[in-house]
């Protein structure tokens, strides 16, 4: 039986949520993603967000993050499932080392369900500040959001954002006032950061964030840690009831409204 799960097949809850930074498993060629107990095929995934009330998720592979040599093949991939899943939208990884990944996303760009752009300087090693101009002139291009796992310190992108004010730059993984700096001091409002991982489960992590900057500019994400504990962190966090509308659903579609009304 491909899925063992047992699990309610509707959201007894209200609101609908959307994950806007989560992956799933290709041939991931890291052991430490295939450890006991961690596993994002797609097929389990579906089952698992659907108990959370997650009807969306905005993905791009594990393996495309973790190895440059396949963030090609990785992209292709995931650009073939589109059309197979309602609830899937891709992120299209760019490695400004590698050119193909630019001509893939100026194509995959084009797609109502590729939703932007996903940079992971920790992982590719390279200076994100480096590439800047050649990243973020290509993104303004296409007025794209782009998802930027930092290699350091959050804040280190308000000049970029200061020169770019067509592109919007997510900050990923919520984890400490860096996060908040980057969102409150961008000129051009165009950064957000959001929650996804287990770096904004810490206490009062997400409510310190609102009581500076609000809810506006603050984005539900699982990064696949658990549907039900990273829907629950929000749930029950000391803010509004309109506040975890915001960073469950309303920012989403207000940000990705192409890609989704």
């Not at 860096?178 to 165009?190: I, M």
């Not at 009581?211 to 990273?230: E, H, K, M, N, V």
Request: hydrophobic share 40%; charged share 25%; with cysteine.
């Amino acid at each position: 039986m491909k899925n063992p799960w047992i699990l309610p097949t509707e959201f007894p809850g209200e609101l609908i949520a959307i994950d806007m930074h989560s992956h799933i498993n290709h041939d991931v060629p890291d052991d430490s993603k295939k450890r006991f107990g961690y596993s994002a095929d797609i097929e389990d995934l579906i089952v698992i967000n659907r108990a959370a009330g997650i009807e969306k998720l905005f993905c791009c592979t594990f393996a495309s993050c973790l190895n440059t040599d396949v963030i090609v093949e990785e992209n292709a991939y995931m650009h073939s499932l589109l059309d197979q899943y309602d609830c899937l939208y891709q992120w299209v990884v760019i490695d400004p080392r590698i050119e193909e990944t630019f001509t893939q996303a100026e194509r995959m760009l084009q797609h109502k369900k590729c939703v932007g752009i996903k940079l992971h300087p920790d992982y590719h090693k390279y200076s994100l500040e480096e590439y800047a101009d050649k990243l973020f002139s290509f993104a303004s291009h296409f007025q794209a959001v782009v998802l930027i796992h930092p290699e350091k310190d959050a804040s280190y992108i308000l000049p970029i954002a200061d020169k770019y004010p067509e592109v919007t730059f997510i900050m990923a993984h919520l984890g400490g006032e860096a996060y908040v700096d980057a969102v409150e001091f961008a000129v051009h409002k165009n950064v957000y950061t959001d929650t996804s991982g287990i770096a904004s489960s810490t206490n009062l992590m997400v409510e310190s964030a609102y009581q500076r900057i609000g809810a506006d500019r603050i984005l539900f994400g699982t990064d696949t840690y658990s549907a039900a504990f990273q829907r629950g962190r929000i749930e029950f966090a000391l803010i509004p009831k309109e506040a975890k509308q915001k960073i469950l659903r309303d920012n989403a579609l207000r940000l990705f409204a192409k890609n989704l009304l």
